[in-house]
């Protein structure tokens, strides 16, 4: 086959792409923000939720460096103006794999488009998914997705503690597969909030909704170990299991029935969790935060939160595995009190009947001397967040067979 007669047919399959992409149809969430309807046949391969991170500014491109959990065909990236409070003018977007640092593998930067233009306009709390590009991402795959972001001002959209390096630049470089232009490092994902692709027929995806755990603090940075990356890895391998995607939902701080770090996970649960498109179960693992913010939160008013999430997950056709929470003294916030609001919201977790399924966290990491602390080989240092051998613990104890629940 000869170049140009390629290219030809490369800009043929495209074109059938884009003309096969389902229209922006928005629907409303709870928290006020319009999401759209996610793409059909598309499974989440990424997502980081959002958040107020920082002011805007125009003129800059951002590379923000992913890692895909399942494969697929038919790439499409969500960009996020969920916070903003002015339009997000993004003037083009790529889509390429990392080599290393800020270069990408000669050959793989593609654009992206939006309803087949190469810029798109998002109004104060749009969010938008981008067309599908051609061709295949393998699972575990470095992906960079290259935003120029032509105008922008005021509040600024995304996930403050990334916990991986991205880069940064003034001016419009989002084509560029080199990396010399990309001086500025990021510890933070800026407009992006999920990452979609068509995986094989039968495959899903499981929501991690969360905190800082989930979030990572602690775990090694640029070397993906929070415990849902654990968790993609075991699900990558696992022969049976047809649940291949993972999603981190979780916030750093966040709570399930305030809002403070980020909206609470009510108010966010739709966003984030419920419109991602081929979940199956969302794995609700919160409420450490709300304990210990010495705010007077009762066991009865943490489960009453729970079971909103739940019956909304249920709703959604979701299934739930409720983890219990980890235990914390040695936290400077930890006091008698909180303990026993945990032991209770635990027990509740364990007994209810509420989830589909548990997973035991509190059980995998409480020290056998003193149920009331991490276990020293556990401990990241501070008393409440695991180290990496602690987020591998937590992940290699779900029963991969929990995620394929089905609800009719």
Request: glycine content about 12%; hydrophobic content about 40%; overall charge neutral.
């Amino acid at each position: 086959m000869s170049g140009a007669v390629r290219r030809r047919l490369v800009g043929v399959l495209a074109l059938c792409s884009l003309l096969l992409a389902p229209a922006h149809v928005p629907s409303a969430t709870a928290a006020g923000v319009a999401v759209p309807a996610p793409p059909a046949k598309s499974v989440v391969t990424w997502a980081a939720s959002a958040d107020r991170t920082g002011e805007a500014a125009g003129d800059r491109s951002y590379r923000l460096i992913v890692r895909t959990s399942v494969g697929g065909t038919g790439l499409r990236v969500r960009v996020s103006n969920a916070f903003g409070d002015r339009p997000l003018v993004i003037g083009s977007a790529y889509a390429g794999l990392r080599e290393s640092g800020a270069r990408l593998r000669p050959g793989t930067n593609r654009r992206l488009g939006f309803d087949g233009s190469a810029s798109v306009t998002l109004a104060p709390g749009e969010i938008r998914y981008s067309d599908p590009l051609p061709g295949r991402v393998a699972a575990m795959s470095d992906l960079a997705v290259s935003l120029y972001v032509r105008e922008a001002g005021g509040p600024a959209t995304g996930h403050g503690m990334a916990l991986q390096t991205s880069y940064a630049t003034g001016g419009n470089h989002a084509a560029r597969e080199r990396d010399g232009a990309y001086t500025e490092r990021l510890g933070s994902w800026f407009y992006l909030d999920a990452v979609t692709v068509e995986a094989e027929r039968g495959a899903g995806a499981v929501v991690t909704l969360g905190d800082s755990i989930t979030d990572g603090w602690q775990s090694g940075a640029d070397r993906n170990l929070r415990w849902p990356d654990f968790l993609a890895r075991r699900l990558h391998g696992a022969a049976g299991s047809t649940v291949k995607g993972v999603a981190n939902a979780g916030i750093s701080g966040n709570q399930v029935l305030a809002d403070g770090a980020a909206q609470s996970a009510l108010k966010r649960l739709d966003r984030d969790v419920l419109s991602l498109p081929g979940v199956r179960t969302v794995v609700l693992f919160e409420g450490v935060n709300d304990i210990k913010a010495h705010t007077g939160v009762t066991a009865a008013a943490l489960t009453a939160g729970y079971r909103e999430i739940i019956d909304r997950s249920h709703a959604a056709g979701l299934c739930v595995i409720g983890a219990t929470v980890l235990p914390f003294k040695g936290w400077s916030e930890w006091d008698p009190q909180e303990e026993a609001v945990r032991a209770e919201v635990n027990e509740w977790i364990r007994t209810s009947g509420a989830v589909d399924a548990v997973a035991d966290f509190d059980k995998v990491l409480r020290s056998p001397y003193d149920t009331e602390r991490m276990l020293p080989t556990f401990d990241g240092g501070d008393h409440l967040h695991p180290n990496d051998k602690g987020m591998q613990a937590m992940a290699d104890s779900v029963a991969l067979k929990s995620l394929e629940c089905a609800r009719d």
